[in-house]
């Protein structure tokens, strides 16, 4: 069972995807992709799903650094140090500054679907380690 804390930003995550979703959606209309944006919301969700599982395990987490927080999840759970767990957080952190305009790697369609992707296969695996598939359902 989670507790109403984990579920707080589990849901705070789901909110990023649905931001996506709407650039997403919004972008249809408009021909324009704010892919900074996409880039942006995917690494907070990856980040609040790794606070998640922290918080379920009694730790108040604190910072950004995706690979820091894969680290402590790490102490709960080994399959946290899988290689495809450490290239996506890695991923996602290496653009952690992108988000701002001078930022000097172009943002393109291609990295953000990436972001995306990342973020989606770290959530997946935080839910499956939660044992929390049947709560979880904004997949």
């Known amino acids: ?3 109403s804390k984990c579920k707080e930003w589990i849901q705070s995550a789901s909110d990023d995807f649905v931001v996506i979703d709407s650039i997403y959606a919004n972008a249809q209309v408009t021909r324009r992709r704010p892919h ?5 919301h995917s690494q907070q969700a990856a980040e609040k799903m790794l606070k998640a599982y922290l918080v379920h395990h009694g ?12 680290t402590d999840c790490a102490k709960f759970n080994s399959g946290f140090n899988s290689k495809r767990i450490i290239d996506h957080c890695a991923f996602l952190t290496a653009f952690n500054e ?11 369609a291609v990295t953000a679907s990436r972001s995306l992707n990342s973020a989606k296969r770290i959530s997946i695996f935080v839910v499956e380690r939660l044992g929390a598939i049947n709560e979880v359902l904004w997949f």
């Not at 900074?36 to 942006?40: F, G, M, S, T």
């Not at 730790?59 to 894969?70: Q, T, V």
């Open 98 to 108: 992108a988000r701002y305009p001078d930022f000097s790697v172009v943002i393109d």
């Open 59 to 70: 730790l108040f987490p604190w910072g950004h650094d995706l690979n820091a927080l894969r």
């Open 36 to 40: 900074r944006q996409v880039l942006y």
């Open 1 to 3: 069972m989670l507790s």
